[in-house]
């Protein structure tokens, strides 16, 4: 319910007014004197104050005056007329509505309460959001146990501070943007903006517009000014994704905003001046790049002030359980069943996988698995990586022996299906060792414990 005081001597108004929004989650409380609108202001909490300037002797000044010094964010809708808009000025903050007598009528006024109210609501869900993201991005809450990736936190620690350059390079799906969203949120930046371009997803122009915004006219298509991303960044941060997709024209202007932190938009000639940190990341090899003219040198050594690496999921396995238990968290109040943990076969299947996604491919993995799990335990065959991508690399692989020629495969009655396909190379894996479980788990490449599920699970027990 939002409570609305209203301070106005005009009766009529003030109960058309009520008759108005009667019926909505909005309470209002009128008063038609300063003494009681003062003493309503101090005792009570209001969501929105109305004040139409009708009281005498200046009173509804200094109600106003009252109002602010109490809570100088408090949303105020004033009604004056334009001869006395003057006088209130000083004390007129951002939060404050005006509305001039002379266009007053009950429909823009129930608008403008409506839209002051969405403003509040808007507030709110940003001072929330600002909270939640510090929360999220807090070093304590970001997974990995790993002594690589403890290396690489603790370097993030040391210059979260800083305004320094950095450049974050890792494979896709290692999480470059969530170290960069911790980097801005563990800074002294963390109350501005942290805006991130994908600098892959656009084309040489487009991006140039992007990042430094364009005015009106500017080329085919500009109908309007447009606030480019280091505007919007403006004394926050600028996380800048894919750096190496980026053209040598873009790079040569970014350069230039890093070195002097100032541009001009496109089509126009007003320099604008920027405080803005910036944190670009990458999967490719920009010295590789550099040294074959792909990347500007000047732009790279200015980007790598502070490099920092992630490695691979694959070299640093001790994450991967961790973050499986982190993402069946996340997803498993999404599923059908009470997911309460992972079946004990599921282990060696996580642990062995390569993970050519990292983090983004557990991700993707886990939710699938919740979603379609059955039981409230996630098994083995809950995994894609487990039908599809572990059975693929069986296929192809071969038995390190000298007399050995390769496990083969052969469609089953109906086709390609999965589940024959993974029996078949069971059996025949069985065949080859003389049924020794352990060295038919070694030549496909699982563990003893999987191989023993699945025999019985496909009823190949000798």
């Not at 990458?282 to 490099?307: A, I, M």
């Not at 642990?351 to 491919?361: F, L, T």
């Not at 335990?377 to 690399?393: A, G, R, V, W």
């Amino acid at each position: 319910m939002w409570k609305i005081l209203v301070i106005d001597q005009d009766v009529a108004f003030t109960n058309t007014l009520a008759q108005s929004i009667c019926g909505d989650d909005k309470r209002l409380a009128i008063v038609d004197n300063a003494g009681t609108a003062i003493s309503r202001i101090k005792g009570e909490q209001f969501h929105l104050i109305i004040i139409r300037d009708n009281l005498p002797h200046g009173e509804s000044l200094k109600i106003l005056e009252l109002a602010m010094m109490i809570d100088e964010t408090m949303p105020v809708i004033l009604i004056l007329s334009q001869s006395k808009l003057d006088d209130y000025r000083e004390i007129i903050r951002p939060y404050t509505w005006s509305i001039l007598e002379g266009r007053l009528n009950m429909h823009n006024l129930v608008n403008t309460i409506d839209n002051t109210i969405d403003h509040i609501k808007l507030n709110h869900k940003i001072r929330y959001l600002i909270h939640k993201q510090k929360y999220i991005f807090r070093f304590d809450n970001i997974v990995g146990v790993s002594e690589k990736f403890q290396d690489v936190l603790s370097m993030v620690k040391k210059i979260a501070q800083s305004d320094s350059t950095i450049l974050i390079q890792g494979e896709t799906g290692t999480g470059k943007e969530l170290i960069a969203a911790a980097l801005h949120y563990n800074s002294t930046r963390c109350r501005e903006n942290f805006v991130a371009v994908n600098c892959a997803a656009l084309n040489e122009n487009l991006l140039e517009s992007e990042l430094l915004g364009h005015e009106k006219g500017a080329f085919t298509g500009a109908y309007g000014q447009r606030i480019g991303r280091f505007e919007q960044a403006n004394c926050g941060t600028l996380f800048l994704d894919e750096i190496g997709e980026m053209s040598q024209s873009v790079q040569a202007k970014v350069l230039r905003v890093l070195q002097n932190q100032e541009f001009e938009r496109v089509g126009s000639n007003k320099t604008i001046k920027v405080n803005v940190r910036v944190i670009v990341a990458t999967n490719r090899d920009l010295e590789k790049d550099v040294s074959e003219g792909r990347f500007r040198q000047d732009l790279y050594y200015r980007l790598s002030v502070v490099p920092i690496t992630i490695p691979p999921l694959r070299d640093r396995k001790e994450d991967i359980i961790p973050l499986t238990m982190f993402f069946l968290n996340k997803y498993k109040k999404n599923g059908q069943a009470e997911i309460v943990g992972f079946h004990p076969e599921c282990v060696n299947v996580l642990e062995e996988y390569s993970w050519p996604g990292n983090a983004r491919e557990v991700e993707n993995v886990i939710e699938r698995a919740v979603l379609i799990a059955n039981n409230k335990y996630i098994m083995p065959e809950d995994l894609s990586i487990f039908n599809n991508q572990k059975t693929k690399k069986l296929i192809s692989r071969d038995e390190q022996s000298d007399d050995d020629q390769g496990l083969s495969i052969h469609l089953s009655p109906g086709g390609m299906n999965l589940k024959y396909i993974e029996r078949e190379l069971i059996a025949q894996a069985l065949k080859k060792t003389g049924g020794v479980q352990n060295k038919a788990a070694k030549l496909l490449g699982i563990s003893s414990r999987v191989i023993n599920y699945k025999i019985k699970k496909y009823g190949l027990q000798q």
